[in-house]
Structure formats: structure tokens, C-alpha cells
Nanobody, 123 residues
Framework: QVQLEESGGGSAQPGGSLRLSCVAS????????MAWFRQAPGKEREGVAR???????TYADSVQGRFTISKDNAKFTLYLLMNGLKPEDTAMYFC?????????????????WGQGTQVTVSS
């Protein structure tokens, strides 16, 4: 049973930074794709960033140049470094994983999901 657990959420001021972490069990980091999603109240879930098994990264236009996704295979940990935070980045952030495909938008979605960590950006 794959388990994903996020941490690192919290509050930040506009322009500030946060780093999210996601620790996974029962997966092989070097052969799975992983991704970060977010969902704000009243809005649809949005794909934020993806890192494929070979290390290729993909970002949503809304975070390109501000967020960086990375992973440490030895620590079984996925990261999302968020710089230049904006109030519109406020959302619950989820990490997700799949053996084959981690699309950031429909159709399809990763198979396994964490419970989420809240990020709030306000002055």
C-alpha cells in the first residue's frame, strides 16, 4: 500500500517562500512519477508541477519560474520549493504518485495521493 505524507505547509507573506515535503513509502522513487497539486476553496484542483522518473520536470504556467519540484531518491522524499509566493497560491497542496503517468490535468490522474498540507499567503 503506497502512502504519501506531506509537510511544510503554513503561512507566508506575499513574496515569501515555503518548502513542502512529501515522504513516500512502498514506492521506488527512481521509477515512479510524482507531482504536486493544489486546490483552493471553491475552485477545481490544479496540477502544479510534475517530476518524471527520469527527472524531467513540468510546471503549470501559473508557477513557472517561481516553484521548483525536486526529489531525493535516497530519502524517498519529494519537495516543492515555492518562492515569490502570491495570495493566489493559497490552497491545500497534495502530492501524488503513479507508476506510469502523472498528468497535471484531465484526462486521468495519478493513482496515489497524500492528505494534503495547507499553504496560506497573506499580508
Amino acid at each position: 500500500q503506497v502512502q504519501l505524507e506531506e509537510s511544510g505547509g503554513g503561512s507566508a507573506q506575499p513574496g515569501g517562500s515555503l518548502r513542502l515535503s512529501c515522504v513516500a513509502s512502498q514506492i521506488y522513487y527512481n521509477s515512479y512519477c510524482m507531482a504536486w497539486f493544489r486546490q483552493a476553496p471553491g475552485k477545481e484542483r490544479e496540477g502544479v508541477a510534475r517530476i518524471d522518473a527520469d527527472g524531467t520536470t513540468t510546471y503549470a504556467d501559473s508557477v513557472q519560474g517561481r516553484f521548483t519540484i525536486s526529489k531525493d531518491n535516497a530519502k524517498f522524499t519529494l519537495y516543492l520549493l515555492m518562492n515569490g509566493l502570491k495570495p493566489e497560491d493559497t490552497a491545500m497542496y497534495f502530492c501524488a504518485a503513479d507508476r506510469w503517468s502523472c498528468p497535471l490535468g484531465p484526462p486521468g490522474e495519478p493513482r496515489w495521493w497524500g492528505q494534503g498540507t495547507q499553504v496560506t499567503v497573506s499580508s
